[in-house]
């Protein structure tokens, strides 16, 4: 039905693949069997939205699904240890940074296109490094409705889909009609979204996988309607969510409880801990109020759990995932 072979070239994968099987630092190792470019020691401020984390060992950025399937199997063979990370709207990454190699999906992996019919409803295929504004307003201009819900949330379509990300009582299980899914021995395969296990801003998955792409289901529309949701939705981020970089709601909703309502009904609105600060709008954003280092939010974060524990007995859970803090942030 949908193509996944379509992304696999070989002229990329016999480009960028070595056949040494390499020795030594986790660089050595990577440089003698992986040709396509890599980025060493890059700073992992520059890629997430809170403007914090120290260099990763190693950073690649697949250009397409096929060198992202070429990719992977190398890293197993050389045993190196290796992340994904989207747009980073959604990490907490240590000052020390990571060390592993980080594969970050972007904008050279970005196609959308539409990818058939089922009844009623059209299948739109976007890969994983799309940024959801940008399919979001693809979507509209082509009169396809469904995920409006998503205006404003800055993750990529992977990253979405990993987080289960979601507004206004929806979220990506909702939309999804399969996943396109690399695994560590390069297999590129269509999940259906109804195998898979998704929970409230997680999804349940196998480890050593990377989401490629996601097929959405989507209603055609009139393309002004659902401009006016998305201008709806946006226009109510902008009246409650601050301006400064953030990582969005940094902690999980308690069930039955608002993440933010707990943290102000203790005071701690404009709490301050170097360059982190709970934002005054939203109490469960907590911003970078300028120079503010991964450990500034680790402590503010750490506070903030303890006094809502002190007064309410509840222990929040960060929804943003902390990576390089050697513990279980996930
Ligand atoms: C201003 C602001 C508003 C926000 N509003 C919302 C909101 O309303 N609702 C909401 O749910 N979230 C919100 N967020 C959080 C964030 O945007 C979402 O969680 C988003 O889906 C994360 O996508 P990302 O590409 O940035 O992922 P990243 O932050 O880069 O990664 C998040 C997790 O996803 C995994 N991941 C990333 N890409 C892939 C991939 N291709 N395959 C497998 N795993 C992958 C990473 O390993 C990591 O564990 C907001 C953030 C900001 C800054």
Same mark, same amino acid.
């Given at each position: 039905?949908?193509?996944?072979? #379509?992304?696999?070239?070989?002229?990329?994968?016999?480009? /960028?693949?070595?056949?040494?099987? %390499?020795?030594?630092?986790?660089?050595?190792?990577?440089? &003698?069997?992986?040709? %396509?470019?890599?980025?060493? +020691?890059?700073?992992?401020?520059?890629? /997430?939205?809170?403007?914090?984390?120290?260099?990763?060992?190693?950073?690649?950025?697949?250009? =397409?699904?096929?060198?992202?399937?070429?990719?992977?199997?190398?890293?197993?063979?050389?045993?190196?240890?290796?992340?994904?990370?989207?747009?980073? $709207?959604?990490?907490?990454?240590? +000052?020390?940074?990571?060390?592993?190699?980080?594969?970050?999906?972007?904008?050279?992996?970005?196609?959308?296109?539409?990818?058939?019919?089922? %009844?009623?409803?059209?299948?739109?295929?976007?890969?994983? %490094? #799309?940024?959801?504004?940008?399919?979001?307003?693809? #979507?509209?201009?082509?009169?396809?409705?469904?995920?409006?819900?998503?205006?404003?949330?800055?993750?990529?379509?992977?990253?979405?889909? !990993?987080?289960?990300?979601?507004?206004?009582?929806?979220?990506?299980? *909702?939309?999804?009609?399969?996943? @396109?899914?690399?695994?560590?021995?390069?297999?590129?395969?269509?999940?259906?979204?109804? =195998?898979?296990?998704?929970?409230?801003?997680?999804?349940?998955?196998?480890?050593?996988?990377?989401?490629?792409?996601?097929?959405?289901?989507?209603?055609?529309?009139?393309?002004?309607?659902?401009?006016?949701? #998305?201008?709806?939705?946006?226009?109510?981020?902008?009246?409650?969510?601050?301006?400064?970089? $953030?990582?969005?709601?940094?902690?999980?909703?308690?069930?039955?409880?608002? !993440?933010?309502?707990?943290?102000?009904?203790?005071?701690?609105?404009?709490?301050?801990?170097?360059?982190?600060?709970?934002?005054?709008?939203? &109490?469960?954003?907590?911003?970078?109020?300028?120079?503010?280092?991964?450990? *500034?939010?680790?402590?503010?974060?750490? @506070?903030?759990?303890?006094?809502?524990?002190?007064? /309410?007995?509840?222990?929040?859970?960060?929804?943003?995932?902390?990576?390089?803090?050697?513990?279980?942030?996930?």
């Amino acid at each position: 039905m949908l193509i996944a072979d #379509c992304f696999i070239k070989e002229d990329v994968l016999s480009a /960028t693949v070595a056949t040494s099987s %390499g020795s030594g630092s986790l660089q050595d190792r990577l440089a &003698a069997a992986w040709q %396509g470019p890599v980025e060493w +020691d890059g700073r992992l401020a520059r890629y /997430t939205t809170l403007r914090v984390g120290g260099p990763a060992a190693a950073l690649v950025k697949p250009a =397409s699904v096929a060198e992202l399937a070429a990719l992977l199997p190398v890293l197993r063979r050389q045993g190196l240890p290796w992340r994904v990370i989207g747009r980073g $709207s959604n990490l907490l990454v240590a +000052d020390a940074g990571l060390p592993e190699v980080v594969i970050v999906i972007g904008p050279a992996m970005a196609a959308i296109r539409q990818a058939g019919q089922e %009844g009623s409803e059209r299948l739109v295929q976007a890969e994983a %490094g #799309c940024s959801l504004p940008k399919l979001v307003s693809w #979507c509209t201009a082509e009169g396809l409705g469904g995920l409006e819900f998503a205006a404003g949330i800055p993750g990529s379509v992977g990253g979405a889909i !990993a987080m289960n990300a979601g507004a206004w009582g929806r979220e990506m299980r *909702d939309v999804l009609h399969a996943l @396109v899914v690399v695994d560590e021995t390069g297999g590129v395969q269509i999940l259906p979204a109804a =195998s898979q296990v998704f929970a409230y801003r997680r999804w349940e998955h196998a480890p050593g996988v990377v989401v490629a792409a996601g097929i959405f289901r989507l209603q055609p529309e009139s393309p002004e309607v659902i401009g006016g949701r #998305c201008r709806g939705h946006l226009q109510a981020r902008r009246e409650k969510q601050p301006l400064e970089p $953030s990582a969005g709601s940094f902690f999980k909703n308690p069930p039955g409880q608002a !993440a933010g309502r707990l943290i102000e009904a203790a005071g701690l609105k404009g709490l301050r801990v170097g360059g982190a600060r709970v934002s005054e709008q939203h &109490a469960n954003f907590l911003v970078n109020a300028g120079g503010a280092t991964a450990r *500034d939010f680790y402590e503010l974060m750490k @506070v903030v759990q303890e006094q809502v524990a002190e007064r /309410t007995g509840i222990r929040l859970e960060p929804e943003v995932h902390l990576l390089g803090f050697g513990e279980a942030g996930r």
